[in-house]
């Protein structure tokens, strides 16, 4: 009988264990970031790129190990070239905040909000303030 009551509290803190690392607002920010975005507005105080400069835009967020995950995002302009970005990105423990790390050794620190299939990303760069509004692809 003790064996199966130690059994039992051993199960017990077990599932307590598991849902209260679910509920890590890092971990839930990084699964609902996970897979294609398509950019549906990109502004640098508050101009419009998209349709102008930028003919579309879209990001993937591979898979969050708990630490970090790949990223890719595509940039097609106007006039016809492309450019391709990699790298690695972060999330804060509150799951509010994106650190991106280029491949060429480069970051920038984002302002993440996820609602449902809505992302939006906040940022500031030498003064200006660069607002990305995506939708799951």
Avoid at 17 to 46: F, H, M, Q, V
Avoid at 63 to 87: I, K, P
């Amino acid at each position: 009988m003790k064996y199966l009551m130690n059994t039992v509290k051993a199960i017990f803190f077990f599932a307590v264990a598991i849902s209260l690392t679910s509920c890590n607002p890092e971990r839930i920010a990084a699964r609902n970031l996970e897979g294609d975005w398509d950019a549906k507005s990109y502004t640098i105080d508050g101009e419009e790129l998209i349709g102008f400069l930028v003919s579309s835009f879209d990001m993937e967020f591979e898979e969050y190990d708990g630490e970090e995950g790949d990223f890719e995002l595509r940039v097609f302009y106007a006039n016809g070239t492309s450019e391709n970005f990699t790298g690695e990105y972060s999330l804060n423990t509150d799951g509010d905040e994106l650190d991106l790390k280029y491949s060429d050794g480069t970051t920038e620190e984002w302002d993440l909000t996820l609602e449902d299939d809505d992302l939006e990303l906040e940022s500031n760069f030498n003064g200006s303030l660069y607002i990305i509004k995506a939708e799951r692809d």
